[in-house]
């Protein structure tokens, strides 16, 4: 970063993009003891049930980062003033670098004892950022180190899950994967060009809600949350509060 605007753009950029590796160290205290015992009390099954209940978490990590990353324009304009607004879409950049995080933070290496591999896959990851995020930050500034990291971060998930499953299979649904990884990639692609073409806003946050209405038909029609049981509980709540 060549001045210390730059460096104090990509500074407010990471603090707010960083609250979606916050919001999957949430996910993970959430799910981790689950996972333990699934591991545990292993079965035949287990290939299958396992990644099925994790997935779960992945989408509801992957649809916060989604919103993080179609609202930043809301979030910064309100609190901060125009001369950060070059901060929004690195913020959105580097929330699709935060999201390639959670499946690094399923324990699974660390349940077979493969503490080696863990430090090795470390700095493997390491040297990798550096070789991409240097030359694109050097040749294309704060843009670049954003690009840069999504990138090094994303070859370093498929290695790590790549190295769990040669040392505990798992029946992923890697369609799934995929294609919301590529949902939330062009999206966020989308809004940004929306915002630099400085469409109607109203038009923009339209976009935003219509997207965010297709991910989660997507993932409803693939019964991956039963969002119908969750309204439900949800009224049933509130209607008990009424009663009372």
């Known amino acids: 970063l060549k001045d210390q605007g730059s460096l104090g753009v ?57 919103c993080l990353s179609f609202f930043s324009y809301e979030i910064i304009s309100l609190v901060l003033s125009q001369e950060f607004h070059f901060a929004i879409n690195v913020t959105s950049i580097l929330c699709i670098f935060f999201s390639f995080y ?31 995020a240097f030359p694109a930050t050097y ?23 790549n190295t769990c499953q040669k040392n505990l299979e798992l029946e992923w649904d890697f369609k799934l994967i995929i294609t919301s990884y590529l949902f939330l990639i062009l999206s966020t692609c989308l809004i940004i060009i929306l915002r630099e073409i400085e469409l109607v806003y109203f038009i923009r946050l339209v976009t935003k809600f219509s997207l965010l209405a297709v991910f989660v038909f997507y993932v409803h029609h693939n019964q991956i949350i039963d969002f119908k049981y969750y309204v439900n509980h949800v009224l ?7 009663d009372d």
Do not use: M
Request: hydrophobic share 50%; proline share 3%; net charge positive.
């Open 10 to 66: 990509y500074d407010i950029s990471y603090k707010i993009s960083s609250q979606c590796y916050s919001f999957c160290n949430v996910l993970n205290n959430t799910f981790v003891p689950d996972f333990y015992i699934r591991l545990n009390n292993w079965t035949e099954n287990s290939k299958k049930e396992l990644p099925e209940f994790l997935l779960k978490y992945f989408i509801t990590y992957l649809f916060y980062c989604i």
């Open 102 to 132: 959670f499946f690094q933070t399923v324990p699974v290496l660390v349940h077979l004892g493969k503490s080696l591999t863990v430090s090795k896959l470390t700095v493997l990851f390491f040297i990798i950022s550096i070789i991409i």
């Open 139 to 161: 040749f294309f500034g704060i843009y670049g180190l954003a690009i840069g990291l999504a990138i090094s971060n994303l070859i370093s998930a498929i290695i790590h899950l």
């Open 236 to 242: 049933k709540k509130i209607k008990i509060i009424k």
